[in-house]
């Protein structure tokens, strides 16, 4: 079974490599800041800074996440999973999001019980604002990182964890305008900040969260990669209209479909040569992990052909009937099936008297045909020996 391509120089390897790097990064940067904002927030009588090495916790478990997903997502297609695995990718920026939203809420949370008793909050030394500086300027310089590499893969978990990481930044700015506060008497800052920066962890959990489930649910391109995808396949020499173009999403790829209208008089291979092409040509597009060309001789949008029409078996015997009395022998028959009837085109030998007119009217009318048209083979090329014979 021909699976879709995923090679050691595919982007999908190359974005595997840029999600253990920037991962393991993250987890060695939020072990060491957990450790010190705890113990020095602990010494420091600073809970806001003890919470924030709790939330940096979090973010270890969410850089496991990413880990794990990540090895999955790229494991080769197999039986369970023709497509691959790229979901995995999606599955884990909705966990992403979820934790963001709760981390969201929490701070809302934290921030509405401080603002009810900040009178309660007690003063903090000055070391933990060193300290709540230290891990603000470390958590923003990883998320810049880790945004670039993301966004050169092309990897919406990546970017998720990315700003992931922006957001702990934002709770690190919270505890050090809180420690700020408590140092010049304004207790009731520390609240304020964590109530707004809270609300934005929160909408940006949503939206990650929103749209991993969107992707979940088949979710499609937007209008100008569709058109992007519709150019290359209308370029394709051959093609002479698209319809039916639909798009579904599959981690950071997409699975494409689509019907192309060819001329309906050539041959099977040349039909499957220019679906072949426009596949290939679908295919060079970054964002598409396989493509599903299905050939149409019409526009199947504005008519098919009917139902029940006679089959090759029985289309074939009547011919070779109608053709019997006058010693005609058939070399090949081609079958149009079209949406106003079928065209028959019989090919007889080189050289066949065809001067007595066989009677095919009323075979045409008998089988629904709309015309039959009658050739001679001469060194192996078709010529044209008769007109068509229309009902």
């Known amino acids: 079974m021909p699976f879709p391509r995923t090679t050691p120089a595919s982007p999908l390897s190359e974005k ?9 990064i993250s987890v060695g940067l939020n072990a060491i800041l957990m450790v010190f904002q705890i113990v020095v927030g602990v010494v420091a009588h600073s809970q806001a800074l003890v919470a924030d090495g709790v939330h940096s916790l979090a973010d270890l478990f969410s850089d496991f996440i990413v880990l794990t997903a990540n090895r ?6 197999d039986d369970d999973h023709n497509y691959g695995h ?9 966990l992403l999001g979820a934790l963001l939203l709760a981390v969201g809420a929490g701070m809302l949370m934290r921030a509405g019980m401080r603002l009810t008793n900040f009178d309660q909050v007690p003063v903090v030394h000055a070391s933990a604002l060193v300290v709540a500086l230290v891990v603000l300027v470390s958590k923003e310089s990883l998320f810049r990182y880790m945004l670039h590499e993301a966004q050169r893969v092309r990897s919406a978990m990546l970017i998720a964890n990315a700003w ?10 919270v505890v050090a305008i809180g420690i700020t506060g408590s140092l010049f008497g304004l207790r009731v800052l520390d609240p304020i900040a964590a109530a707004l920066v809270g609300f934005l962890i929160a909408r940006m959990g949503w939206t990650f969260a929103w749209n991993a489930l ?13 058109d ?3 150019s290359a396949l209308m370029t394709t020499p051959g093609v002479r209209d698209v319809h039916e173009l639909r798009t579904r999403k599959m981690g950071d790829m997409a699975l494409v479909d689509a019907h192309i209208l060819v001329d309906p008089m050539i041959s099977v291979s040349e039909g499957h040569y220019i679906a072949e092409s426009a596949r290939l040509k679908v295919l060079e597009h970054a964002g598409v992990l396989d493509a599903l060309i299905h050939v149409d001789p019409e526009n199947d949008l504005l008519g098919r052909p009917a139902p029940g029409l006679p089959s090759r078996e029985q289309l074939t015997h009547a011919i070779n009937l109608a053709l019997a009395p006058y010693k005609l022998t058939v070399l090949s028959v081609n079958i149009h099936y079209l949406r106003h009837g079928i065209d028959m085109e019989v090919t007889l030998p080189a050289g066949t008297p065809l001067d007595t007119l066989p009677d095919l009217v009323s075979m045409q009318i008998e089988l629904g045909v709309r015309q039959i048209r009658l050739f001679t083979s001469v060194d192996e090329a078709v010529k044209p020996a008769q007109a068509s014979l229309p009902v």
């Not at 999955?72 to 297609?77: F, R």
Request: aromatic fraction near 4%; avoid cysteine; charged fraction near 25%.
């Open 164 to 173: 992931h990481a922006r957001s702990d930044a934002a709770s690190s700015l």
């Open 16 to 24: 595997q490599a840029v999600a253990q790097k920037t991962t393991w």
């Open 228 to 230: 992007v995808i519709r």
């Open 72 to 77: 999955h997502s790229s494991a080769e297609p």
């Open 86 to 94: 790229s979901r995995y990718e999606t599955v884990a920026s909705l």
């Open 214 to 226: 969107q992707d979940l649910t088949d979710r499609a391109l937007d209008e100008s990669e569709s």
